[in-house]
């Protein structure tokens, strides 16, 4: 699986837009200008992207409250999410969702989730409907390594690996559920292992290596597009803001993070890409001001938009509207 | 020469219809095929769920359309829900409704909020169908009328048949619905026979119906108290009281209409509902009487519902649990006074 430059840079463009897009949320959050309750995703962009870059329309991903990465990664547009944060009627969900429910069923996007685990199961339902329409299509799971010591894991993985459905399991471990180090609360170091009990592949990925993630993605979506089953993929990662914007940071520290950040993904891969020669700091430069630009211009046209109508909290409760 | 068929077996004929009529409606659940489709050992179908509801499907629709899951109700409901989500209609089966205990999530923060969470550019068209009410000795954990909880849950519909025929036409037109719909099988009622049409045709959800006219009292009822009522409104006849009993059919759309309708029609209402007392239909449908319909009272709204208690097991506790035609009837000759 080589990519070429085009997709290349096409994958940077990704990373480079997630990563501006959390800083710029980062910057609101910290200026009052945008309010609410949002988990970045910087740091892990090379699973997002890495694992995004083998779908297409007929895949689905469903994803975790630290979804706006795995929403970019898959395509949906950043203007409708912007508009989505301040909470406007041109949001990709109308207003109605906010950080944690932002999707797009027409990119495939079955949306961000407040609970732990959840989407976990709709991947698995998205993955038996693929099966049962036969059309080709596979279902990626997103979530973190303190959703996989839910119940709709287990039950979704087994019932995945039974079905030989066609989905994906990645597992993002970033170290910490909310506030609590892994090692307080999970007994195995590798979540990957937990495949064993259902009797599918345990992959572990390096999360801050993109061509890692997207080689051993890309293997496991074969797989499972074959017919042959489910994978659970373990990406080994980080999350640079902490659980949430504000976040104190109590619970690690200075050094372990800067550790990581040494890892970071987006500029190992343009080290990598430049030295091999396939792309030009030129280009790269280029797609970060466009990137910039293009969340700028987000930012100002969601601070523009108008706000939902307050009749509108009544709408869109059921598909065939009824009272009460 | 009408036919007389068991609500078991007429949710069976519902689901044969349903699965021929749309190839993206999917039945899954614990037993539904119950071990069949194994041809090769010569079992083409087995079980077909806990009460027979399912048998045959297997048969006539395949493995794929028609899936045992594991014990695993979290797992598959999320499943169901995601597969709703993506094109297909799946009708799974939630053994008993007491289970929504270890699956609540799957309904309560996915099926009933998805559309709305996403600016209604989703749809969840979903079938829960689920076991209720008390009846056939199961105890504490077999025998809940929880669809107070669904009831309660914006965005999930619920409905429950008190005969064959309607619960066919009910279970087609929940199917059939964009929207994810809670189908109540009161078990008490499930072998027990009534007419059912032949062929292919609903019921529509959010229609009350009335089960008897009568001008003197309306007893409010569904699922297995529609005949407890039925009961209570014929031994009232006898002593000269004429009762009017509305088979609300679906608690979730409601028929206000056709609630306010028999209040302004008898000015006295008796709702008797299966579930304990507390936060359920028959304090809702009360208030609703109290509300909307105050100018049209003509005395308190009474209920007759189960004690603040679980089910119990031992068939004289069970039989004191459950309401009864004569607490009904002694209900009503007391507001009639």
Same mark, same amino acid.
Request: hydrophobic share 45%.
């Given at each position: 699986?080589?990519?070429?430059?085009?997709?290349?840079?096409?994958?940077?463009?990704?990373?480079?837009?997630?990563?501006?897009?959390? /800083?710029?949320?980062? /910057?609101?959050?910290?200026?009052?200008?945008?309010?609410?309750?949002?988990?970045?995703?910087?740091?892990? /962009?090379?699973?997002?992207?890495?694992?995004c870059e083998h779908l297409g329309g007929r895949d689905y991903v469903a994803s975790t409250h630290r979804?706006?990465?795995?929403?970019?990664?898959?395509?949906?547009?950043?203007?409708?999410?912007?508009?989505?944060?301040?909470?406007?009627?041109?949001?990709?969900?109308?207003?109605?969702?906010?950080?944690?429910?932002?999707?797009?069923?027409?990119?495939?996007?079955?949306?961000?989730?407040?609970?732990?685990?959840?989407?976990?199961?709709?991947?698995?339902?998205?993955?038996?409907?693929?099966?049962v329409r036969k059309t080709g299509g596979v279902a990626v799971a997103f979530f973190g390594d303190g959703?996989?010591?839910?119940?709709?894991?287990?039950?979704?993985?087994?019932?995945?690996?039974?079905?030989?459905?066609?989905?994906?399991?990645?597992?993002?471990?970033?170290?910490?559920?909310?506030?609590?180090?892994?090692?307080?609360?999970?007994?195995?170091?590798?979540?990957?292992?937990?495949?064993?009990?259902?009797?599918?592949?345990?992959?572990?990925?390096?999360?801050?290596?993109?061509?890692?993630?997207?080689?051993?993605?890309?293997?496991?979506?074969d797989r499972a597009r074959r017919g042959d089953g489910p994978t659970l993929l373990e990406c080994k990662?980080?999350?640079?803001?902490?659980?949430?914007?504000?976040?104190?940071?109590?619970?690690?520290?200075?050094?372990?993070?800067?550790?990581?950040?040494?890892?970071?993904?987006?500029?190992?891969?343009?080290?990598?890409?430049?030295?091999?020669?396939?792309?030009?700091?030129?280009?790269?430069?280029?797609?970060?001001?466009?990137?910039?630009?293009?969340?700028?211009?987000?930012?100002?046209?969601?601070?523009?938009?108008?706000?939902?109508?307050? /009749?509108?909290?009544?709408?869109?409760?059921?598909?065939?509207?009824?009272?009460? | 020469?009408?036919?007389?068929?068991?609500?078991?077996?007429?949710?069976?004929?519902?689901?044969?219809?349903?699965?021929?009529?749309?190839?993206?409606?999917?039945?899954?659940?614990?037993?539904?095929?119950?071990?069949?489709?194994?041809?090769?050992?010569?079992?083409?179908?087995?079980?077909?769920?806990?009460?027979?509801?399912?048998?045959?499907?297997?048969?006539?629709?395949?493995?794929?359309?028609?899936?045992?899951?594991?014990?695993?109700?979290?797992?598959?409901?999320?499943?169901?829900?995601?597969?709703?989500?993506?094109?297909?209609?799946?009708?799974?089966?939630?053994?008993?409704?007491?289970?929504?205990?270890?699956?609540?999530?799957?309904?309560?923060?996915?099926?009933?909020?998805?559309?709305?969470?996403?600016?209604?550019?989703?749809?969840?068209?979903?079938?829960?169908?689920?076991?209720?009410?008390?009846?056939?000795?199961?105890?504490?954990?077999?025998?809940?009328?929880?669809?107070?909880?669904?009831?309660?849950?914006?965005?999930?519909?619920?409905?429950?048949?008190?005969?064959?025929?309607?619960?066919?036409?009910?279970?087609?037109?929940?199917?059939?619905?964009?929207?994810?719909?809670?189908?109540?099988?009161?078990?008490?009622?499930?072998?027990?026979?009534?007419?059912?049409?032949?062929?292919?045709?609903?019921?529509?959800?959010?229609?009350?119906?009335?089960?008897?006219?009568?001008?003197?009292?309306?007893?409010?009822?569904?699922?297995?108290?529609?005949?407890?009522?039925?009961?209570?409104?014929?031994?009232?006849?006898?002593?000269?009281?004429?009762?009017?009993?509305?088979?609300?059919?679906?608690?979730?759309?409601?028929?206000?209409?056709?609630?306010?309708?028999?209040?302004?029609?008898?000015?006295?209402?008796?709702?008797?509902?299966?579930?304990?007392?507390?936060?359920?239909?028959?304090?809702?449908?009360?208030?609703?009487?109290?509300?909307?319909?105050?100018?049209?009272?003509?005395?308190?709204?009474?209920?007759?519902?189960?004690?603040?208690?679980?089910?119990?097991?031992?068939?004289?506790?069970?039989?004191?649990?459950?309401?009864?035609?004569?607490?009904?009837?002694?209900?009503?000759?007391?507001?009639?006074?």
């Amino acid at each position: 699986m080589t990519l070429s430059t085009e997709q290349l840079m096409d994958c940077y463009r990704r990373m480079r837009r997630i990563r501006t897009f959390e /800083e710029k949320l980062a /910057e609101l959050v910290g200026s009052g200008r945008l309010a609410g309750f949002l988990h970045l995703y910087a740091g892990e /962009e090379a699973v997002a992207v890495g694992v995004c870059e083998h779908l297409g329309g007929r895949d689905y991903v469903a994803s975790t409250h630290r979804g706006h990465g795995h929403a970019i990664a898959k395509g949906v547009d950043v203007a409708g999410m912007m508009a989505e944060l301040f909470g406007r009627a041109t949001g990709t969900c109308k207003g109605k969702g906010g950080s944690m429910h932002i999707a797009d069923l027409d990119k495939g996007m079955l949306g961000a989730n407040g609970i732990v685990g959840a989407g976990i199961p709709l991947a698995t339902g998205a993955a038996l409907s693929a099966q049962v329409r036969k059309t080709g299509g596979v279902a990626v799971a997103f979530f973190g390594d303190g959703a996989s010591n839910q119940g709709q894991f287990h039950e979704a993985l087994n019932l995945a690996a039974v079905w030989k459905l066609p989905a994906l399991f990645v597992v993002e471990n970033n170290g910490y559920g909310e506030a609590t180090p892994m090692e307080f609360v999970t007994p195995v170091r590798d979540i990957a292992v937990r495949a064993t009990s259902y009797g599918i592949p345990g992959v572990i990925a390096d999360g801050m290596d993109f061509f890692d993630v997207y080689a051993k993605a890309g293997e496991a979506i074969d797989r499972a597009r074959r017919g042959d089953g489910p994978t659970l993929l373990e990406c080994k990662t980080y999350r640079y803001f902490g659980h949430y914007v504000g976040d104190p940071l109590t619970y690690r520290t200075k050094e372990e993070a800067e550790a990581w950040r040494e890892k970071d993904a987006i500029r190992h891969f343009e080290e990598r890409t430049v030295r091999d020669g396939v792309m030009e700091p030129g280009n790269l430069r280029r797609i970060d001001a466009e990137v910039a630009a293009e969340v700028e211009a987000a930012v100002t046209a969601a601070e523009q938009a108008p706000l939902p109508s307050a /009749e509108s909290v009544l709408t869109d409760v059921y598909a065939s509207e009824t009272r009460r | 020469m009408s036919r007389q068929l068991p609500m078991v077996a007429a949710i069976n004929e519902a689901l044969h219809v349903a699965l021929a009529s749309d190839p993206t409606v999917i039945v899954l659940g614990e037993d539904v095929a119950g071990g069949g489709g194994r041809q090769d050992q010569g079992i083409e179908e087995a079980w077909g769920g806990i009460m027979g509801a399912t048998k045959g499907l297997i048969k006539a629709f395949g493995a794929e359309r028609v899936r045992d899951t594991p014990i695993s109700e979290m797992g598959f409901l999320g499943a169901a829900v995601g597969a709703a989500l993506t094109g297909l209609r799946p009708v799974a089966e939630l053994m008993f409704i007491d289970f929504i205990g270890v699956s609540l999530d799957p309904l309560l923060n996915q099926a009933a909020k998805l559309r709305y969470m996403f600016g209604g550019k989703a749809k969840v068209p979903l079938t829960v169908r689920t076991s209720t009410g008390a009846g056939l000795r199961s105890a504490a954990q077999h025998s809940q009328s929880l669809y107070n909880i669904t009831t309660s849950i914006p965005g999930l519909k619920t409905v429950i048949p008190s005969n064959p025929a309607d619960a066919k036409g009910l279970l087609l037109a929940a199917i059939r619905d964009d929207d994810p719909v809670v189908f109540c099988e009161p078990k008490s009622l499930m072998f027990k026979k009534g007419e059912v049409p032949e062929g292919d045709y609903m019921v529509p959800l959010g229609k009350a119906a009335l089960a008897r006219e009568g001008g003197d009292v309306s007893l409010v009822a569904f699922g297995a108290m529609v005949d407890v009522a039925l009961a209570a409104a014929a031994a009232l006849a006898e002593e000269g009281v004429s009762a009017e009993v509305l088979d609300l059919r679906s608690l979730q759309p409601l028929d206000e209409a056709a609630i306010l309708a028999t209040l302004a029609k008898t000015g006295k209402v008796v709702v008797v509902d299966e579930a304990p007392p507390r936060c359920g239909i028959a304090s809702d449908v009360a208030a609703l009487c109290v509300d909307a319909g105050f100018d049209s009272l003509n005395g308190p709204v009474r209920r007759v519902t189960a004690p603040h208690t679980p089910v119990p097991f031992s068939a004289v506790l069970e039989d004191a649990y459950r309401p009864t035609a004569a607490r009904v009837a002694e209900t009503v000759r007391g507001m009639l006074g």
